[in-house]
């Protein structure tokens, strides 16, 4: 069974940037869609990013666009999600999430995806 582990969380200024991983054990993670969301206090959950098998295609929410970058290294079994210019409105918890044998990004829904990791908090302020 696939396992997810966030990493890369923490305390960032305006402006600043973080590096999110999302490891992945007990299973070949090559094989699934990866999913980055994130959730703020009150907020539901919400699509940031998505990256397809192999890297093929990759899909950003709007807020996302132009700041975030989304990569994987299949060889290490993990997912990035390279987080710059944040912004205090992008503090949340981010989760990865996965789905298997997909080519495709699914819609950024939370049911579409099978597999999800803990969370790891992000927090942008000065």
């Known amino acids: 069974q696939l396992q997810l582990v966030e990493s890369g969380g923490g305390l960032v200024q305006p402006g600043g940037s973080l590096r999110l991983s999302c490891a992945a054990s007990?299973?070949?993670?090559?094989?699934?869609?990866i999913g980055w969301f994130r959730q703020a206090p009150g907020k539901e959950r919400e699509g940031v990013s998505c990256?397809?098998?192999?890297?093929?295609?990759?899909n950003y929410s709007d807020s996302a666009k132009g700041r975030f970058a989304i990569s994987r290294d299949d060889a290490k079994n993990t997912v990035y999600l390279q987080s710059n210019s944040l912004k205090p409105e992008d503090t949340a918890i981010y989760y990865c999430?996965?789905?298997?044998?997909?080519?495709?990004?699914?819609?950024?829904?939370?049911?579409?995806?099978?597999?999800w990791g803990q969370g790891t908090q992000v927090t942008v302020s000065s």
């Open positions: 999430a996965a789905t298997f044998g997909t080519a495709y990004c699914p819609p950024p829904r939370t049911d579409e995806y099978d597999y």
């Open positions: 990256i397809t098998t192999s890297g093929g295609s990759t």
């Open positions: 007990g299973d070949t993670l090559e094989h699934y869609a």
